[in-house]
């Protein structure tokens, strides 16, 4: 890649790495999926930002094969199948940091592994309708 070409992949890139800074803020102040009840906005607002961040590796993986995907069903059921593995990790890390963060989730008792997934696919899904391109 020639170096006008590296630095606009790097500016959109840095740009994609500021809008999903800013989601996770506003993720942060609207408290979605009860997260409102979790506690001071300061810390959803901390939360929501690291988990956006540890996502946008996944996002961007997945958006590096979008961009070589063909028009093809199969290409797109792999890329959608792609998706939903690597959010597996961030419903992990998700659910690993805001336990630890508010140890009350744990007497939660429908706040599932697998609920705690279809949300952050949710929240994946809609990153991605507002990062495509």
Do not use: C
């Not at 988990?51 to 590096?64: C, E, I, K, T």
């Not at 069903?73 to 792999?78: D, G, K, L």
Request: no cysteine.
């Amino acid at each position: 890649m020639r170096g006008a070409a590296k630095g606009i992949a790097l500016r959109g890139w840095t740009a994609d790495f500021a809008v999903v800074t800013a989601m996770g803020v506003l993720l942060g102040l609207l408290g979605p999926f009860g997260s409102f009840l979790n506690g001071p906005v300061w810390q959803r607002i901390l939360y929501w930002v690291v988990m956006a961040w540890l996502g946008f590796p996944a996002y961007a993986a997945v958006r590096l094969i979008l961009a070589r995907a063909s028009s093809r069903p199969a290409a797109w059921t792999a890329l959608i199948a792609t998706g939903a593995l690597f959010s597996l990790f961030s419903a992990w890390a998700s659910w690993t940091v805001a336990h630890a963060m508010w140890p009350a989730l744990g007497r939660v008792p429908w706040l599932t592994p697998a609920v705690w997934y279809g949300e952050g696919l949710i929240v994946s899904g809609v990153f991605a309708l507002i990062l495509r391109r």
